[in-house]
């Protein structure tokens, strides 16, 4: 049907979890880039009750981003890593030294899948 907007998703195969993480990290980085673009344009406004509200807006979508983005780079390290415990532990700021140094041990695959789509 031409002109709607369907949502759908898709099973990854298995070995396809790093490329579809890495894809959504780089989605969730160009929307975090338009948010700052946005709070960037904000300076430019003349009244100054509208711009109060534009930055509220993209204020709270700045953050959702922010978010997103750590969400998508964890996903991005658990499958790459082959290891999805990884996530819970690059999360836990007790915990993160340890994880990224486990991470650094076992960088070869990490290394061949940037190789392979960088």
């Given at each position: 049907m031409s002109g709607r907007l369907n949502f759908y998703w898709y099973e990854t195969k298995p070995?396809?979890?790093a490329e579809a993480a890495w894809g959504q990290?780089?989605?969730a980085a160009h929307?975090?880039?338009f948010v700052c673009e946005e709070l960037e344009a904000c300076r430019s406004g003349a009244r100054i009750e509208l711009v109060l509200g534009?930055?509220?807006y993209h204020m709270e979508n700045y953050l959702v981003r922010v978010y997103e983005l750590r969400e998508r780079a964890v996903a991005l390290a658990a499958a790459t890593s082959g290891r999805n415990e990884i996530g819970g532990l690059l999360k836990?700021?007790?915990k993160r030294g340890a994880a990224l140094r486990a991470l650094r041990i076992s960088e070869a695959p990490l290394l061949g899948?940037?190789?392979r789509c960088c």
């Open positions: 070995g396809e979890e990290l780089a989605g929307r975090l880039l534009r930055l509220e836990s700021k007790r899948h940037w190789k």
